[in-house]
T-cell receptor, first 109, second 118 residues
Framework: QKEVEQNSGPLSVPEGAIASLNCTYS??????FFWYRQYSGKSPELIMF????GDKEDGRFTAQLNKASQYVSLLIRDSQPSDSATYLC?????????FGKGTKLSVKP | GAGVSQSPSNKVTEKGKDVELRCDPI?????LYWYRQSLGQGLEFLIY????????KSGLPSDRFSAERTGGSVSTLTIQRTQQEDSAVYLC????????????????FGPGTRLTVL
């Protein structure tokens, strides 16, 4: 049974700081990983995916994957109040995505 | 291009009635997924369709829930004899899912249908 674990938070950071969101997973054979953002009352939207060890940067977002340690993280630089949302980590399962329960991020002005 | 669409956006029904929720995936996407999200909770996988293969129904919570996908495109999720605990947002997603291309596992979500069972 593949599992994805996230700290539910809330994670509170001041505006302009770096927010660090972490996710661990149980299946060492997992190959691809996704970060979604979900605003309250809205559906999840993709931020980025990663499948190679190391860092992948897209604007203010950096995803980090460490397959040996079975964790994936998302860094948000220069955090803005508009980044306040729940961040969902997911990995590709047998045709499906296995989602974590999400970490709630609050960026304080 | 158009994203995933769902209808209705809101549905209020009485306990014991049947409801049908519709999902129209992104054109060309071979895979379609249904999830349920209760207030403040995570995503609960319900069912997954891939091309012409038999659907993965492993997430359906009871035999009151069923889904079909006609012509490899539009899908309908049916809940029979609704109960109050069925109240949730029902989300549909689709993905391209090409063999050997990991990024095509990315799922794109529709806006959801908020179901309220009185």
């Amino acid at each position: 049974q593949k599992e994805v674990e996230q700290n539910s938070g809330p994670l509170s950071v001041p505006e302009g700081a770096i927010a660090s969101l972490n996710c661990t997973y149980s299946d060492r054979g997992s190959q691809s990983f996704f970060w979604y953002r979900q605003y309250s009352g809205k559906s999840p939207e993709l931020i980025m995916f990663i499948y190679s060890n190391g860092d992948k940067e897209d604007g203010r977002f950096t995803a980090q994957l460490n397959k040996a340690s079975q964790y994936v993280s998302l860094l948000i630089r220069d955090s803005q109040p508009s980044d306040s949302a729940t961040y969902l980590c997911a990995l590709a399962g047998q045709g499906n995505l296995i989602f974590g329960k999400g970490t709630k991020l609050s960026v304080k002005p | 291009g158009a994203g995933v669409s769902q209808s209705p956006s809101n549905k209020v029904t009485e306990k014991g009635k049947d409801v049908e929720l519709r999902c129209d995936p992104i054109s060309g996407h071979t895979a379609l997924y249904w999830y349920r999200q209760s207030l403040g909770q995570g995503l609960e996988f319900l069912i997954y369709f891939q091309g012409n293969s038999a659907p993965d129904k492993s997430g359906l919570p009871s035999d009151r829930f069923s889904a079909e996908r006609t012509g490899g495109s539009v899908s309908t999720l049916t809940i029979q004899r609704t109960q109050q605990e069925d109240s949730a947002v029902y989300l549909c997603a689709s993905s391209l899912r090409l063999a050997g291309k990991l990024d095509t596992d990315t799922q794109y979500f529709g806006p959801g249908t908020r179901l309220t069972v009185l």
